[in-house]
């Protein structure tokens, strides 16, 4: 068993979890439901139920699997995708340090992910009992690169979603 694998599975995975729950259930303090689609349509996230309800479940689900070792590459895309997203939308203008509101965690994070996936997730660990041996380079880059993909598809889509409301929001004449 790899010791450090375990700890830093069962605390990030255990800190995602508890985040992704405070924005689904408003469990710890969190905001719920209503206070998560309140902030992704605050950030232009549209729609903003959709964009909650996707956050919500990557990060609880994600943080989970990952807690459990269960299918470490989608887990670690889910999150990577939920961190790219955090520092794409909130953290980047706030510059490097977290003190600022920058996107220090969100990198330390991503850069844990990485690292437990090119080494994998260890034992004990679900991945480890099914026999899945998804670790190494290529995977590593495979799933940061699906969880890159899926940030942009989300902010993307979401900004598009919001220009076509505004145009057909201003094409229709006053009156009608």
Partial sequence: MKL????????VGGLFFGHGTQKLFGWFGGPGQEGTEAMMDKLDMH?????????SWAETAGGAMLALGFLTPLSAAALT???????RKVHFPNGLWAMNQGYE????LIAVLAALLDGGPGKPSIDSVL??????PAW???????????????IEVGG????EAKSESSAVPAGA
Avoid: K, W
């Avoid at 965690?105 to 330390?108: F, G, P, Q």
């Fill in 160 to 163: 598009r979603i919001a220009d």
């Fill in 131 to 136: 026999g899945i041996e998804c670790t190494g």
């Fill in 47 to 55: 729609p903003p139920h959709e964009q909650a309800l996707l956050a």
């Fill in 4 to 11: 450090g694998r375990l700890i830093a599975r069962l605390i």
């Fill in 105 to 108: 965690y969100n990198l330390a």
């Fill in 81 to 87: 995708g939920s961190m790219i997203t955090a520092i």
């Fill in 140 to 154: 590593t880059v495979a799933s940061l690169a699906a969880g890159a993909f899926g940030s942009t598809v989300a």
